[in-house]
T-cell receptor, first 113, second 114 residues
Framework: NAGVTQTPKFRVLKTGQSMTLLCAQDMNHEYMYWYRQDPGMGLRLIHYSVGEGTTAKGEVPDGYNVSRLKKQNFLLGLESAAPSQTSVYFC????????????FGPGTRLTVT | AQSVTQLDSHVSVSEGTPVLLRCNYS??????LFWYVQHPNKGLQLLLKYTSAATLVKGINGFEAEFKKSETSFHLTKPSAHMSDAAEYFCVVSRSGGYNKLIFGAGTRLAVHP
């Protein structure tokens, strides 16, 4: 099992450009999550999904959109990148319910200039 | 409401000496508690999980944590530090059910010296 994978690993964008980050999991997890990690601020939840076709906002959703068309994939989109979105982005997944531990991908380092 | 406080932002130990990383939590519900480790430029890896079974939880790489309800603490320990333990450690609280929102502590950076 590959677990949780993320593509790309690194990306540099100019302000105003758009991009999509892809997360894939092969553990048949129902729940998937997108976080951002910034120095001194820990991990903050951007959006999450409790199943195929569903999405919901987390703590810091502004400027991001997500889609969960297939159970194993969770996409994070930036429509018009801003320097404030420079961060490391992590995807995670879990079964849900009492099996609530989340498994994280390796991260995507995004720089917006 | 739930919250997590990691009492030390940095801990430095010598190789072969014990490790203690401190975590206090606040939860209105019976919590699930986790410790995750993050090595430089890597994702987060689950070390161990508490879910109201045994109060002493054993994890990977020789780590363990003890749940103390009266002290609302969930400290992480290891008897003998190894150089490879140098990383950032996150204490996390979650509520079962719903979408399993994780509340992260700010992290403790562990340095291990030869």
């Amino acid at each position: 099992n590959a677990g949780v994978t993320q593509t790309p690993k690194f990306r540099v964008l100019k302000t105003g450009q758009s991009m999509t980050l892809l997360c894939a999991q092969d553990m048949n997890h129902e729940y998937m999550y997108w976080y951002r990690q910034d120095p001194g601020m820990g991990l903050r939840l951007i959006h999450y999904s409790v199943g195929e076709g569903t999405t919901a906002k987390g703590e810091v959703p502004d400027g991001y959109n997500v889609s969960r068309l297939k159970k194993q994939n969770f996409l994070l989109g930036l429509e018009s990148a801003a320097p404030s979105q420079t961060s490391v982005y992590f995807c995670a997944s879990s079964f849900g319910g009492k099996r609530n531990e989340q498994y994280f991908g390796p991260g995507t380092r995004l720089t917006v200039t | 409401a739930q919250s997590v406080t990691q009492l030390d932002s940095h801990v430095s130990v010598s190789e072969g000496t014990p490790v203690l990383l401190r975590c206090n939590y606040s939860s209105s519900y019976s919590p699930s508690l986790f410790w995750y480790v993050q090595h430089p430029n890597k994702g987060l890896q689950l070390l161990l999980k508490y879910t109201s079974a045994a109060t002493l939880v054993k994890g990977i790489n020789g780590f363990e944590a003890e749940f103390k309800k009266s002290e609302t603490s969930f400290h992480l320990t290891k008897p003998s530090a190894h150089m490879s333990d140098a990383a950032e450690y996150f204490c996390v609280v979650s509520r079962s059910g719903g979408y399993n929102k994780l509340i992260f502590g700010a992290g403790t950076r562990l340095a291990v010296h030869p």
